[in-house]
């Protein structure tokens, strides 16, 4: 029932972008995505709801397609402070299951 | 605004000992959260409450594990006895409501079990 994420890992070079996806086997009411840096809490990024809605920050974009049950998080011009663990959270029944994760490094 | 608190950052105890941590939410959040985050792996829910009632608990080990939320505000989790898989960081976070809304992670306790 864990959400997957593809891929595991990414290295990118500022200023390159990136996709990570995500995808579950049941129905989702809502996806939700977190960075987490080593050592930290997560932190919230983006909430995406059925229907089209979204909550989360400006910079971040993200797309949720409900028929596939999967979502994918955008990063365009990367940013060494993007460099993290990137989660996201499936959620139905009121319950957020995380996902397994997917590493970015972020190089000069 | 402050953030999610917890307490202790770090424990080291023995197998078979007893353990106790605690958090303190946003002020205002109804729901709260603990997680147990594995090195290498995702957080995993293992308790949820709506003020001092309990949303979903199906993940804890109920025979080790217990909670509470006082008065609907902070909330301890306990561990006894501790076995080795218990090495975890175990995470508190709390959000406005349940459902749809960003969670607030607090900065989590560090556990070892040896």
């Known amino acids: 029932q864990q959400p997957v994420q593809s891929p595991q890992a990414v290295i990118l070079r500022e200023g390159e972008d990136a996709v990570i996806n995500c995808s579950s086997s049941?129905?989702?009411?809502?996806v939700h995505w977190y960075r987490q840096k080593h050592g930290e809490a997560p932190v919230f990024l983006m909430i995406?709801?059925?229907?089209?809605e979204q909550k989360g920050h400006e910079k971040i974009s993200a797309s949720f397609n409900e028929k596939k049950q999967q979502s994918s998080l955008y990063l365009t011009a990367s940013q060494l402070s993007y460099s993290g663990t990137y989660f996201c959270?499936?959620?139905?029944?009121?319950?957020?299951?995380f996902g397994t994760g997917t590493r970015l490094q972020v190089f000069p | 605004e402050a953030g999610v608190a917890q307490s202790p950052r770090y424990k080291i105890i023995e197998k078979r000992q007893s353990v106790a941590f605690w958090c303190n939410p946003i002020?205002?959040?109804?729901?709260l959260y603990w997680y147990q985050q594995i090195l290498g792996q995702g957080p995993k829910l293992l308790i949820q409450?709506?003020?001092?009632?309990?949303?979903?608990d199906s993940q804890l080990p109920k025979d080790r594990f217990s909670a509470e939320r006082l008065k609907g505000v902070d909330s301890t989790l306990k561990i006894q006895p501790a076995k080795l898989e218990d090495s975890a960081v175990y995470l508190c976070?709390?959000?406005?409501?349940?459902?749809?809304?960003?969670?607030?992670f607090g900065p989590g306790t560090r556990l070892t079990v040896t």
């Open positions: 976070a709390s959000s406005l409501a349940h459902g749809p809304h960003e969670q607030y």
């Open positions: 002020s205002g959040h109804a729901t």
């Open positions: 995406l709801l059925k229907g089209g």
């Open positions: 959270g499936t959620e139905y029944t009121d319950k957020l299951i």
């Open positions: 409450f709506q003020n001092n009632g309990v949303v979903d």
């Open positions: 049941k129905a989702l009411y809502s």
